[in-house]
């Protein structure tokens, strides 16, 4: 019973990889199909310099860090605010975890819209408002996209995290707050000393695992930008995506993919001998 | 009442009407929307395409799943954290690899092709998810229909899968959304405009020249309501799956 499963990932998943491995060492693009060979490390080389390839890296950087630390700090809140049962929390919850099942394209495609320069609806309010004279360009100034699709990100991914959050801070005994209670613990201390503690586990592999997720999250930025204006929005998997769909060179992006692999090898590595482990669930 | 106010009022009736007019008009970017974009095409390619895939995915993971929660055999373990990891890989790392594969085997622009690729994608997970529930329901249950002399496979299907319907749920509605919402496999592999599938046919009106934002906009809102649907349905079981399905034992 167990064969499906294999021999799925096997073909699906397994090959594909090793065989991604190889194509970064060749040169298949839509124009060499029938030429296809070897050609050492000269994808890599053509990547690593680049001009732009550095602030490709830092943006990825930017991207991880920020969404995770806002998705993560907002998740967090969002979960001890809804902890306790009130009248309507099913409802609220259901609503503010509704982005997880939404398209990251689309919404991403939905905030283009409403940020445009021109003729987007945030504008219009902005100027009736006499916030603003005339529109901002968010997305097509390379200031103000990067903010603008972080902002769009961290929203979109606030709901992971409160999900998880939600899950561990329930497992929390009810009797460990009662003992607190009577030794006089105030709310903070509580949450300190209690709270934090006991969902450190969580906290620490959903942060490793949402990091990997959203370096690999194209959608958003696709959406909005498509990396653009002037790579300003550009991350590592855009860029690969990129690659494909307008230089066709299809061994180049491997060779993105495979730097993609191993950063992120390197990452789950650092990140687990720092953070002592911690139990890797999902 | 002067003629000034008499005015004002007036033409405040005409911004009104303009105003009713623009609606009148959203509704015709819905109608251009199917009629001329052929959207109901795709709306259905996408449904067929994700129905599909999650379905064969739902069935292999139920096997699979079985099999890692209630047997013990040597390996299981590593076979977990293998499929722990393979879950991890991001279809857009994967889809030229697939993509050089699936040409060899005439795939590529073929609904079949990407129903193969969603079920690649989704195996793993899925499993993860349903060794998950199968764990959380009791052994003790199964044993003692064993003992009542059903046979395994009898007890399987009259004792564990009943109680495992909260389990297929979200297994299904997972597999369904990440389907539905998938963009960079799809936009490479279905380049024929009878092939597209929702959010390919999204990306083709942003890139042809001249974006009309009203149509955009409404294929954006059409596109997000069938997994806005499944959500609804799903909610619990999807968030118990997320939560607790993948838990160590």
Redesign the interface.
């Known amino acids: 019973m167990l064969v499906p499963v294999f021999s799925v990932v096997g073909f699906l998943s397994l090959y594909p990889t090793i065989k991604g491995f190889i194509l970064a060492f060749q040169n298949y693009t839509v124009f060499t199909i029938n030429r296809i060979r070897f050609i050492g490390w000269d994808n890599f080389e053509e990547i690593i310099t680049d001009m732009d390839f550095l602030m490709i890296l830092w943006n990825t950087v930017v991207w991880i860090a920020v969404s995770v630390f806002f998705q993560l700090l907002l998740g967090l809140g969002l979960a001890l605010l809804l902890r306790k049962p009130f009248k309507g929390r099913g409802l609220y919850s259901g609503l503010v975890f509704y982005p997880w099942a939404l398209s990251g394209f689309a919404i991403g495609l939905l905030w283009s819209w409403l940020l445009n320069g021109q003729f987007g609806i945030i504008n219009d309010v902005l100027m009736k408002l006499n916030f603003i004279e005339e529109g901002i360009q968010f997305l097509s100034n390379p200031d103000t996209a990067m903010l603008s699709v972080l902002i769009v990100n961290i929203w979109y991914g606030i709901p992971f995290f409160a999900i998880m959050c939600l899950a561990a801070l329930q497992s929390i005994p009810d009797s460990v707050y009662e003992a607190a209670d009577i030794d006089g613990a105030n709310g903070w201390a509580k949450l300190v000393k209690i709270t934090l503690p006991y969902i450190r586990p969580t906290i620490i592999s959903t942060v490793l695992v949402r990091s990997i997720w959203i370096m690999n999250f194209p959608d958003v930025i696709y959406g909005m930008t498509r990396g653009g204006p002037a790579k300003s929005t550009e991350i590592l998997s855009t860029y690969m995506i990129n690659i494909v769909y307008y230089e066709n060179d299809y061994s180049k992006a491997s060779a993105v993919g495979v730097l993609v692999i191993l950063l992120l090898l390197v990452y789950t590595i650092l990140y687990l001998s720092f953070s002592k482990g911690g139990e890797v669930e999902i | 009442m002067d003629l000034h106010h008499v005015h004002q009022t007036a033409r405040r009736g005409v911004h009104l009407s303009h105003q009713i007019l623009a609606f009148k008009v959203s509704f015709e970017s819905y109608r251009y929307l199917f009629e001329f974009a052929d959207f109901g095409k795709y709306f259905l390619n996408s449904l067929f395409v994700s129905i599909s895939a999650s379905f064969v995915?739902t069935i292999?993971?139920l096997?699979?799943g079985?099999?890692?929660a209630r047997m013990h055999f040597r390996g299981k373990t590593f076979?977990v954290i293998f499929?722990?990891f393979?879950q991890?890989?991001?279809a857009?790392?994967?889809?030229?690899?697939?993509?050089?594969?699936f040409s060899s085997f005439d795939l590529i622009n073929r609904l079949t092709g990407i129903i193969?690729?969603y079920?690649?994608?989704g195996?793993?997970f899925s499993?993860?998810m349903a060794r998950g529930f199968f764990v959380r329901i009791p052994v003790s249950l199964e044993e003692s229909a064993l003992m009542d002399g059903c046979t395994r496979l009898k007890a399987l299907f009259k004792v564990t899968l009943p109680l495992m319907l909260p389990g297929v749920a979200a297994i299904f509605s997972f597999s369904f959304?990440q389907n539905?919402?998938e963009?960079?496999t799809a936009?490479?592999f279905l380049n024929s405009d009878s092939k597209m599938t929702v959010?390919v046919a999204?990306?083709s009106f942003?890139s042809k020249a001249g974006i009309q934002?009203n149509v955009?906009?409404a294929g954006?809102v059409v596109?997000?309501i069938p997994?806005?649907f499944?959500?609804?349905f799903a909610?619990k079981y999807i968030?118990a799956g997320?939560?607790?399905?993948?838990?160590?034992e």
């Not at chain 2, 857009?92 to 594969?101: D, F, T, V």
């Open positions: 995915s292999i993971a096997f699979s079985y099999v890692l076979l499929l722990f393979v991890m890989i991001p857009y790392l994967l889809m030229i690899p697939q993509y050089s594969m193969l690729v079920i690649g994608l195996a793993a499993t993860i959304v539905w919402n963009i960079f936009a490479l959010p999204l990306y942003i934002w955009l906009a954006i596109s997000l997994t806005i499944v959500f609804a909610q968030v997320l939560t607790k399905g993948s838990v160590k």
